[in-house]
């Protein structure tokens, strides 16, 4: 909104309004607006959910000591979205079509999150929305995103693969459920990770902004030629969305760091996650994201691996699954783990950042 009132109306006139035609500028301004949204919304949407009890409900597997975080107030993914959406309606341009994507998967997985939480926090309902139910309406989200995708005027089927110039290969209509597949397994990785106070969100943040400075890169055409990377036009403005999301994750954390005071619940981890696949699917860079959110994919895996596990042999791998519970169960405090899993996404992001120059 900023960029077509201030850049586009005024700045023939008041010259200085030529900045808001920079996405570095524009993505700053995302990042502090987010900030300050969740700052000064995040005590009034505590005391809210406090008033009206609507807290987090613990169940019996997870390790005894998470019985101390049963009350304290979730759907905290409501302030991430809230701060996430309005930042970024405030400072991209509302043209692009790529912006309204990721914007409609955003609050589509987070409104089934949002359903799934009022389930349990609410309605009392530990086991929430049941899953094949969760994964049709996730799959519907991502697949009515991928087809939009698919069909917009000018876009490609095509795939970037990492090591490799000058190879894009096409896919065709594989495009639409590889897109949907990727969105949803990644959407859901996330939420695995939302186990500690402070555990998805930092790994969230640092890999926003790996795949903010990929998707600035690829939408601008010199340095996406001179890294010989695919161009996307357009996409850069995705690098708005990303650090909106930074923003907004640092306000949230401020609250949801150990102990938390609010929890995002799935409202937030799902929303985070589409997010975070969607932009990477736009601008080709899904190997990437893997690479840069990899602890999502062990969180995910370590899941698999244990329900496999126990199904063909009764016997389990790790002590309980998602890992981070099992980091517990040998005796590592929260804190510990959590920061250790953001020193890990740290090295990971930087790895990733260094496919930019390797190919």
């Not at 409104?111 to 609410?122: C, P, R, S, W």
């Not at 890294?227 to 650090?243: N, Q």
């Not at 999301?245 to 609010?262: D, V």
């Not at 995910?300 to 981070?324: D, E, G, N, T, W």
Request: glycine content about 10%; proline content about 4%; overall charge positive.
């Amino acid at each position: 909104m900023l960029y077509h009132l201030l850049f586009e109306r005024l700045s023939q006139d008041f010259s200085v309004l030529n900045v808001f035609r920079y996405l570095t500028f524009r993505s700053v301004g995302a990042t502090l607006t987010a900030l300050l949204i969740a700052f000064v919304v995040g005590p009034t949407l505590i005391r809210w959910l406090e008033d009206r009890q609507v807290g987090q409900t613990i169940r019996d597997d997870p390790p005894e000591r998470h019985q101390q975080k049963a009350g304290t107030p979730t759907m905290g993914g409501v302030l991430i979205l809230l701060a996430v959406v309005t930042s970024t309606l405030l400072w991209a341009e509302w043209t692009n079509p790529y912006i309204w994507i990721v914007l409609g998967v955003t609050l589509g997985c987070g409104l089934v999150g949002f359903a799934d939480d009022y389930l349990k926090a609410v309605r009392k309902q530990p086991a929430g929305i049941r899953a094949f139910t969760k994964l049709f309406w996730q799959f519907a989200i991502a697949g009515v995103a991928a087809v939009v995708l698919y069909r917009l005027p000018g876009f490609d089927a095509q795939i970037s693969l990492p090591f490799v110039k000058d190879f894009h290969p096409s896919i065709g209509w594989a495009y639409v459920p590889w897109a949907a597949l990727f969105i949803v397994g990644f959407s859901n990785a996330v939420n695995l990770t939302d186990g500690l106070d402070g555990l998805a969100i930092g790994p969230a943040m640092i890999t926003a902004g790996v795949i903010g400075l990929f998707a600035y890169v690829v939408g601008h055409s010199v340095i996406a030629d001179y890294l010989e990377l695919k161009y996307v036009p357009g996409a850069g403005s995705l690098a708005i969305f990303c650090t909106a999301m930074i923003g907004a994750g640092l306000g949230f954390l401020w609250f949801n760091t150990y102990p938390a005071s609010l929890i995002m619940g799935d409202t937030g981890a799902l929303a985070l996650g589409g997010a975070l696949s969607t932009v990477a699917v736009i601008i080709r860079q899904e190997i990437v994201l893997m690479i840069a959110g990899g602890i999502f994919l062990v969180e995910m895996f370590s899941v698999i691996v244990q329900v496999s596990s126990y199904k063909l042999r009764r016997r389990r791998v790790f002590r309980m699954a998602p890992i981070h519970h099992h980091y517990e169960l040998r005796g590592w405090p929260e804190p510990q783990i959590i920061v250790r899993f953001w020193i890990v996404t740290v090295i990971l992001g930087l790895v990733a950042l260094s496919m930019l120059k390797l190919r």
